[in-house]
């Protein structure tokens, strides 16, 4: 496809409109964009107004220019019929019904966009850059939203970033992307960080909070005593692989850490029997007395060699598998519209989390005071510490028999 910008007849006030013309497969479409300049003022070379000395209505309206340049990109892209005529009623679809509004307003997927291409340079709390991983999910989330804004047909300014939009979004990834309940919270959070950047960065204020997501109410899993015994001490003597991972799972298990933080511990954060960290998301410093089990690998002096999530998870769930984690759970989603109920293995649904939520979730079943658990999780909330803990029917029956 090739884009091009050329000066029409000149008015009677010695003014040119400037007119985008398009070519692809054959099909040659046109459109007046009625941006009116002098001809002293277009540079038909780069054809866009001259920026020798550039002032800010020259900057406008080469930047419009592109904007017109990517709608034009995109109806061809995503259109099922390429004709002038469409070209014409989308083209003014898109800029001529609220032209004075989309004139002055930002593009929220251009917003999106360069929230993506800076997002490598922010920093967290304790000033360190943003996971590659995480990066690559705001990627994805980032692809999703051009993916809906395609079929509803438009594109959003940010403005119009509210409860309503977001919740439509939300509403598309769980019945067109058949996301799982679980998915769609973390793509949630990640949604919500975006658009408080970008409104906060122009300026504008959107219920954008008040979006919920719809669906089944995510239940979460722990690991039973049995079960992470079970893993702890299979034996993988003869799979360095799952060995390692065996041993990053009795890190994670023994201290409650996010994967971020105990994908990462040394012999540097261990002393006297305890271990002191830093946390990686919040910048705060937590102390965990060692457990037995963390300390056997200490005096080997065989702490695990870090690997990526995505890798930890899969060799996790192996693990799991053949350490006989699999009793059957209960799993609800939602597919083309239907609600769905399956069973499977309990392996099958193990990752990184599960350490940190079945670290807290066994103390609290011992009777731990939750103030002593949260500090050592980090937790500064009670609300969002008691996300983490799961209390099972068995744990139900057996304290209300010890009452009777």
């Known amino acids: 496809m090739t884009v091009n910008f050329n000066l029409l007849v000149r008015d009677k006030n010695g003014l040119y409109n400037i007119e985008m013309r398009c070519s692809h497969n054959g099909v040659r479409m046109r459109w007046n964009t009625r941006i009116k300049v002098t001809k002293e003022m277009w540079n038909p070379k780069k054809q866009c107004l001259k920026t020798k000395e550039e002032t800010p209505a020259a900057k406008h309206i080469n930047s419009r220019l592109l904007i017109y340049k990517t709608f034009a990109e995109d109806f061809v892209r995503e259109s099922a019929v390429i004709t002038n005529a469409a070209f014409v009623h989308y083209m003014n679809d898109n800029f001529r019904t609220t032209s004075e509004k989309r004139e002055q307003s930002k593009l929220f997927d251009k917003a999106l966009d360069n929230f993506i291409e800076t997002v490598e340079t922010r920093t967290n709390l304790n000033g360190e850059t943003i996971s590659k991983n995480r990066i690559n999910n705001y990627k994805r989330l980032a692809d999703d939203f051009k993916r809906f804004e395609r079929q509803q047909g438009t594109r959003y300014v940010i403005e119009n970033i509210g409860a309503d939009t977001v919740s439509r979004f939300l509403d598309w990834l769980r019945i067109d992307r058949n996301l799982a309940p679980n998915t769609l919270q973390s793509r949630m959070k990640m949604l ?108 080997n002096g065989n702490m695990p060699t870090p690997i990526s999530n995505q890798n930890f998870n899969d060799y996790l769930r192996e693990l ?32 990184s989390h599960i350490c940190r939520r079945s670290f807290a979730s066994r103390l609290y079943r011992l009777g731990i005071n939750p103030q002593i658990i949260m500090k050592l999780t980090g937790h500064r909330q009670l609300s969002t510490f008691m996300h983490y803990i799961v209390v099972s029917n068995e744990d139900v029956f057996a304290a209300v028999k010890n009452i009777w």
Do not use: C
Request: aromatic residues 4%.
């Open 192 to 299: 919500r960080t975006i658009i408080a950047t970008i409104t906060k960065s122009n300026g504008i204020k959107t219920d954008y909070q008040d979006a919920k997501v719809k669906g089944e109410r995510v239940e979460h899993i722990v690991l039973t005593d049995d079960e992470i015994n079970a893993m702890m001490n299979f034996d993988t003597s003869n799979n360095p692989r799952l060995d390692n991972v065996r041993r990053m799972f009795i890190v994670g298990i023994t201290t409650g850490l996010r994967f971020s933080d105990f994908s990462t511990v040394s012999l540097q954060h261990i002393g006297s029997g305890i271990l002191s960290i830093h946390q990686r998301k919040t910048g705060d410093n937590v102390q965990i007395p060692i457990h037995p089990k963390l300390q056997e690998i200490i005096d």
């Open 320 to 351: 799991a598998m053949l350490a006989g984690v699999d009793t059957p759970i209960e799993v609800k989603s939602v597919q083309g519209g239907v609600r769905k109920v399956e069973f499977v293995p309990k392996w099958k649904l193990v990752s």
